[in-house]
Nanobody, 124 residues
Framework: QVQLVESGGRLVQAGDSLRLSCAAS????????MGWFRQAPGKEREFVAA????????DYGDSVKGRFTISRDNVENTVYLQMNSLKPEDAAVYYC?????????????????WGQGTKVTVSS
């Protein structure tokens, strides 16, 4: 089992930056690739970003590419999502998730473990 706890979500203004954190406990963190997803009210869950177990590979959703950066610290067992130039359409509950296979990192249903989410609100 891997337990994931997200934090950092809050109300910000459009154009602001925000960093989300996801702390992992349980099984060895660096055995897992990590992903961030988001879900806005009335919308489907959307892939945001993913990072490989050693940080060597990353992937981003088209809507956040160039604005968001995913990183991880395998000593602190934490994955981060740095969000810059936030837009109102970035408002959502953000979830982190863990999985063992890289090839399906954009597929939410392929993840084994999920956090409870942290809410990001962006005012215009």
């Amino acid at each position: 089992q891997v337990q994931l706890v997200e934090s950092g979500g809050r109300l910000v203004q459009a154009g602001d930056s925000l960093r989300l954190s996801c702390a992992a406990s349980g099984r060895t963190f660096n055995n897992y690739h990590m992903g961030w997803f988001r879900q806005a009210p009335g919308k489907e869950r959307e892939f945001v970003a993913a990072i490989s177990w050693n940080g060597a590979s990353t992937d981003y959703g088209d809507s956040v590419k160039g604005r968001f950066t995913i990183s991880r610290d395998n000593v602190e067992n934490t994955v981060y999502l740095q969000m810059n130039s936030l837009k109102p359409e970035d408002a959502a509950v953000y979830y982190c998730a863990a999985k063992r296979v890289w090839s399906t990192v954009r597929v939410g249903s392929a993840y084994n473990y999920w956090g409870q989410g942290t809410k990001v609100t962006v005012s215009s």
